[in-house]
């Protein structure tokens, strides 16, 4: 059993590979695939039973264009414009072929359901009207067609001809439409496993999150109960309100970060996108952190940004919460080395980095960090401090910019985080 999902998983991956993880653009990938190889089979039916030419060039057409589509969809990015591309020339591609194919008398009926099943699984709800109104709409134009103009679509050269191509093309419909099912039930599963998860980490989000919570609030309740004693030296008492300090800033940015995924849950996290010198604020940034950085520890944290100007369009609190968390993080899992801040520029973005030689990250656990209260240890023998966050809120922000985030890293040989913020 455990073969066979691997050789499944395998397969999955070979067809719809990395960049496909919405249910719509996997729902397309496996629907131009299966039409694909349909196209291929009537293809040679077409031949085989002696139906006119043009109707077999046209089928010919149909794979190159498919497979087109397909591929174009397996290797770039998908968008709801270019579903509404598509979706028209189907029509416009299925007209033509029921036309071809004797009208009603053929098995291209069956295939206006199909597309109709398609359309409303991939566009949202608000456009299911518009969709509803242009298919009867071109289907009443076809009835009027075949109504007044049935001499101009023809008829079938035999009875066996018409038994045959009727028959095959609702085997081919039942095939098209068991990938729909197929591709929806393996949806519910997938978002009924998440459902599931995201339930076991909400709780282990509040356990974690009560621990959080009262460490540094004890500190600060027991260091501020010490300041009261009039037996403790001021030398000790400076120690005490540098504590008290540090602990309250951790809680103020605990709390900040809650009610940040609490606005993100409610769709109520806005940013406020300027223009931003970004290059002092990453210096500023990089000196406060290196200066929070432990004694026990032997890091060092700079800023390799050689240009003297880095005008961005961000949200400039949120920017800095950004570099704010990746930092953090960094310095909580590198106990020697080099934490480094680094800029580069390509034609479309600017591509910000924050690279560490910390304890890195498992392959498998890359995919999952960004993912809500997903916290991981790499390291069994020493716990560290968090919540599982903070690479969250980053994701999100990265993307209210227009930009996405993610990590390369090798266990023990440290990681890099790469954000991109358009030019």
């Not at 949200?315 to 580069?344: H, M, P, W, Y």
């Not at 960004?370 to 401090?385: A, G, H, T």
Request: net charge negative; proline share 2%.
């Amino acid at each position: 059993m455990k073969k066979f999902n691997y050789y499944l998983s395998n397969l999955e991956n070979l067809i719809y590979g990395k960049s496909a993880d919405r249910f719509e653009d996997r729902l397309f990938l496996i629907t131009s695939l299966s039409i694909t190889l349909v196209l291929i089979l009537s293809t040679y039916f077409n031949w085989a039973i002696g139906l006119d030419d043009s109707l077999v060039y046209l089928s010919a057409v149909g794979i190159v264009f498919y497979l087109a589509l397909y591929l174009y969809g397996r290797f770039v990015s998908l968008g709801g414009s270019f579903y509404w591309i598509i979706s028209i020339i189907s029509l416009i591609y299925t007209d033509f072929i029921w036309f071809l194919n004797f009208a009603s008398q053929g098995p291209i009926m069956p295939l206006f359901v199909v597309l109709y099943a398609f359309l409303i699984l991939v566009f949202d709800k608000k456009y299911i009207l518009s969709i509803s109104i242009l298919l009867f709409v071109n289907l009443f134009g076809l009835f009027l067609v075949e109504l007044f103009y049935s001499e101009a679509i023809g008829i079938y050269p035999d009875i066996n001809s018409r038994v045959y191509d009727n028959y095959i093309g609702m085997v081919f419909s039942f095939l098209v439409i068991y990938s729909f099912i197929a591709a929806i039930k393996k949806n519910y599963v997938h978002e009924y496993e998440r459902a599931k998860m995201s339930d076991n980490l909400k709780s282990a989000f509040v356990a974690n999150m009560s621990h959080e919570i009262r460490t540094p609030l004890n500190a600060i309740v027991g260091f501020s109960s010490l300041m009261t004693d009039p037996d403790i030296q001021e030398e000790d008492k400076k120690a005490f309100e540098s504590q008290i300090q540090l602990n309250s800033d951790y809680l103020l940015s605990l709390i900040e970060d809650i009610i940040d995924v609490s606005k993100i849950e409610s769709n109520q996290l806005t940013v406020k996108l300027v223009d931003v010198d970004v290059v002092p604020l990453i210096k500023q940034i990089t000196q406060s952190f290196q200066l929070t950085v432990p004694q026990s520890k032997n890091v060092q944290v700079i800023s390799n940004i050689e240009n003297p100007e880095l005008v961005v369009h961000v949200d400039r609190v949120r920017f800095e919460q950004i570099l704010r968390n990746l930092l953090s993080n960094a310095i909580k899992f590198t106990d020697d080395g080099i934490i480094e801040v680094g800029c580069q520029k390509n034609k479309d973005f600017y591509i910000f980095s924050v690279k560490d030689s910390g304890i890195g990250i498992h392959l498998e656990h890359q995919q999952v960090i960004f993912d809500r209260f997903r916290k991981i240890d790499n390291n069994k023998q020493q716990l560290y401090r968090g919540t599982g966050i903070g690479l969250f809120l980053s994701k999100q922000l990265v993307e209210m910019f227009g930009g996405k985030i993610w990590v390369e890293s090798e266990l023990n040989e440290g990681s890099t985080f790469y954000f991109t913020i358009p030019v």
